[in-house]
T-cell receptor, first 112, second 115 residues
């Protein structure tokens, strides 16, 4: 699987948009970009995934560059409960047998 | 999203004893389940992949005789830590897939402390 690079930590003020970058310059054509987050002492939570088009759901938006070498997860109005470690992961899809390769992620701290 | 449960959520045991952790997919059939381990301030590390009805595939460095995995049905996988030692103390997390699309859904984790 392609490797990803994320900043180790970020801060964001409550109510503002949190923009979390991810570099995946070696991504292959059949690999999707997945985002998960893990709140302290809980299991990871799926957020969103995409291939090449931008995606939006009730939790976040995912912006993928045209060359697919990087992406940004956007939390439009961050709340204190969004404080968590965010993981950007690339993996082939259409095969539920693939495990997720968690890197170090970005620790997001949302402040009042 | 789909729901995955784990039981127990927290367990404390004496060194040398065995501990069984259950992982259940509550509202979908999980053809594949994964077991991860997470040490404090570290990321999740995959231990093994199990498919229903077949033997689990273990990652390099994970002892299959120490971490017994059984995936007997499409909704249940168990991880048994045999002859537990203090260094086995960790946060064990399972995930399941095979339900909605290709997403993996994670359980809430089990905190194991071996005294």
């Amino acid at each position: 699987d392609a490797k990803t690079t994320q900043p180790p930590s970020m801060d964001c003020a409550e109510g503002r948009a949190a923009n979390l970058p991810c570099n995946h310059s070696t991504i292959s054509g059949n690999e999707y970009v997945y985002w998960y987050r893990q709140i302290h002492s809980q299991g990871p939570q799926y957020i969103i995934h995409g291939l090449k088009n931008n995606e939006t759901n009730e939790m976040a938006s995912l912006i993928i560059t045209e060359d697919r070498k990087s992406s940004t997860l956007i939390l439009p109005h961050a709340t204190l409960r969004d404080t968590a470690v965010y993981y950007c992961i690339v993996r082939p899809t259409s095969n539920s047998g693939y495990a997720l390769n968690f890197g170090k992620g970005t620790s997001l701290l949302v402040t009042p | 999203g789909a729901v995955v449960s784990q039981h127990p959520s927290r367990v404390i045991c004496k060194s040398g004893t065995s501990v069984k952790i259950e992982c259940r997919s509550l509202d979908f059939q999980a053809t594949t389940m994964f077991w991860y381990r997470q040490f404090p301030k570290k990321s999740l590390m995959l231990m093994a992949t199990s498919n229903e009805g077949s033997k689990a595939t273990y990652e390099q460095g994970v002892e299959k005789d120490k971490f017994l995995i059984n995936h007997a049905s499409l909704t249940l996988s168990t991880l048994t830590v045999t002859s537990a030692h203090p260094e086995d103390s960790s946060f064990y997390i399972c995930s399941a897939s095979g339900g909605l699309g290709d997403e993996q859904f994670f359980g809430p984790g089990t905190r194991l402390t071996v005294l």
